[in-house]
């Protein structure tokens, strides 16, 4: 099975780096679910939830409002000015 290689970044630190079995973010036009193998893809952020799931099952969030997401060849980058772990629900 392969893995996405993700590299979440904000402005002053990174925010999660490491290998993923899917990454959910709040595109301008909807929630878009990327998974190994998808087609390389470049989108505008909107505000809402990131959610990156490790290889191992190990599930982070975080609220951003804005940003993009670049994803080639399993490789995704996630940029943002700012990222906060969501209220609790």
Same mark, same amino acid.
């Given at each position: 099975?392969?893995?996405?290689?993700?590299?979440?970044?904000?402005?002053?630190?990174? @925010?999660?780096?490491?290998?993923?079995? *899917? +990454?959910?973010? !709040?595109?301008?036009?909807?929630?878009?679910?990327?998974? !190994?193998?998808?087609?390389?893809?470049?989108?505008?952020?909107?505000?809402?939830?990131?959610?990156?799931?490790?290889?191992?099952? @190990?599930?982070?969030?975080? @609220?951003? *409002?804005?940003?993009?997401?670049? +994803?080639?060849?399993? +490789?995704?980058?996630?940029?943002?000015?700012?990222?906060?772990? !969501?209220?609790?629900?």
């Amino acid at each position: 099975m392969s893995a996405l290689d993700v590299t979440f970044v904000t402005s002053d630190r990174t @925010e999660w780096s490491g290998k993923a079995a *899917r +990454v959910v973010v !709040p595109a301008a036009d909807g929630s878009m679910g990327i998974l !190994p193998r998808m087609q390389p893809t470049l989108a505008v952020l909107d505000r809402g939830i990131v959610r990156i799931t490790s290889d191992s099952g @190990e599930v982070t969030e975080r @609220e951003v *409002r804005g940003g993009f997401v670049s +994803v080639d060849a399993d +490789v995704v980058t996630i940029a943002v000015d700012h990222a906060d772990r !969501p209220a609790s629900r």
